[in-house]
């Protein structure tokens, strides 16, 4: 997740917008050199044939010679905005942000009709930052988007590079360890996305899985539910983070096992209208009622809409479960954290086959938590009289510092 312009390059927005010729105007009405107009005609080209190595050398080329050859503000601007995108792309950051910074300088010259564009270069220079871990320069540029841009609502290409600043915002949380901050910066994020649709954020799918660690951290398990469905829709729509797609599936399923029957309904309902499941999944969704009752009861949250209790057939139960330890360097660095741990029940009531699931914001959590979990022990899963193995059975265990 550090360097994602592979990704953005699919949500590319090239700026330049002025027409290839042997020569073309500038906004007096000067006509440009002809090594502008040339390479700006070649970037063109290569452009249309898709090859955007020889794009983005045209691009440089024609913004060098634009500003050798003492071109005016706008296509200086231009040029520069849209040389440092394909410089970017490369991951060359340092270049990128000398030509983007060069470009947000000129814009922020003329007139307000430019604003958006500045907007959305001081974005991009701020993802710059964030991909060099150079975190306090990433927020210091995040706080300029949203000053130059003014209160969301106001325009729908100024909302998109709020949204995409915010974007920034919450990564540069999540990787200071601030998960919960992360996770509420990313629900702003998310809410600008909405209309547009989640699908037109490279981004969206990580926004949302970070808005559903956020929403299992404070107990809001249908809230939780539907972040981490709308995450795994996301991952899956671009084929993208499979490791963390099968994170959100799983947390998804531990926070429907913490819900009523009713608010499952609602969930299944409100993510079958929202595109997120099929009518397959649908009616999938609608069977699995059963197994998270039965995941519930084995994580020691007996429901009160279960069946009547049958010695004979059960879902393993719970008889002591001790508390993990706080990890001391977590404790010393003021961190809090958490962690999805999956198990099977063994027929003696042992744990056996225990993993982690995920752990964040470190991984110390989680190697904790596990070994808590291995130290459980419980009546066995009966199966008419017989005890059997209970497989697939996943706790979430947090870590809070107390004040």
Same mark, same amino acid.
């Given at each position: ?85 394909? %410089?970017?792309?490369? $991951? ?141 829709? $996301? ?115 042992? %744990?056996?086959?225990?993993?982690? %699931? ?27 009289? $017989? ?6 059975? $996943? ?9």
């Amino acid at each position: 997740m550090k360097h994602i312009a592979a990704c953005l390059a699919a949500a590319l927005v090239l700026a330049a917008t002025l027409v290839p010729a042997p020569a073309f105007a500038d906004e007096d009405g000067d006509y440009l050199s002809q090594a502008v107009s040339d390479a700006w005609a070649r970037h063109l080209a290569a452009r249309e044939a898709g090859d955007r190595q020889a794009a983005g050398d045209a691009a440089i080329e024609a913004h060098l010679a634009a500003e050798r050859d003492g071109a005016d503000a706008l296509t200086r601007a231009i040029l520069a905005d849209t040389a440092g995108q394909y %410089v970017y792309l490369r $991951q060359d950051f340092p270049g990128a942000r000398a030509k983007l910074s060069l470009a947000a300088s000129l814009y922020e010259g003329l007139d307000d009709s430019h604003l958006n564009s500045r907007v959305r270069v001081l974005g991009l220079i701020a993802d710059a930052y964030h991909s060099e871990d150079n975190f306090r320069q990433a927020l210091n540029y995040v706080n300029q988007v949203l000053e130059a841009a003014g209160p969301a609502g106001a325009d729908p290409v100024r909302d998109r590079a709020i949204a995409d600043a915010l974007v920034v915002r919450s990564r540069t949380q999540w990787r200071q360890s601030s998960i919960n901050d992360a996770g509420r910066t990313a629900r702003e994020a998310l809410e600008l996305m909405e209309p547009a649709g989640y699908d037109q954020f490279v981004l969206s799918g990580l926004m949302a899985f970070y808005a559903g660690v956020e929403s299992a951290l404070q107990r809001r398990h249908a809230e939780s539910a539907w972040w981490f469905a709308a995450a795994d829709h $996301q991952f899956r729509l671009r084929g993208s983070s499979p490791h963390l797609s099968t994170v959100s599936e799983a947390w998804a399923r531990y926070a429907r096992s913490r819900m009523t029957q009713g608010q499952r309904r609602e969930l299944i309902t409100r993510l079958y209208q929202a595109g997120f499941i099929t009518d397959d999944e649908h009616d999938d969704a609608q069977e699995d009622g059963a197994e998270d009752d039965a995941a519930e009861e084995a994580d020691g949250r007996a429901s009160a809409q279960s069946a009547p209790y049958d010695p004979n057939n059960r879902p393993a139960r719970p008889i002591s479960r001790a508390s993990p330890s706080y990890p001391m360097a977590a404790a010393q660095a003021s961190l809090e954290g958490v962690a999805l741990v999956s198990f099977t029940v063994g027929a003696d009531g042992r %744990v056996k086959d225990a993993e982690v %699931v995920f752990s964040a914001p470190h991984t110390i959590f989680g190697e904790e938590a596990l070994r808590a979990v291995r130290r459980w022990r419980y009546e066995p899963r009966m199966v008419d009289g $017989q005890p059997v193995d209970h497989e697939g059975v $996943q706790t979430m265990l947090d870590f809070r510092l107390r004040g």
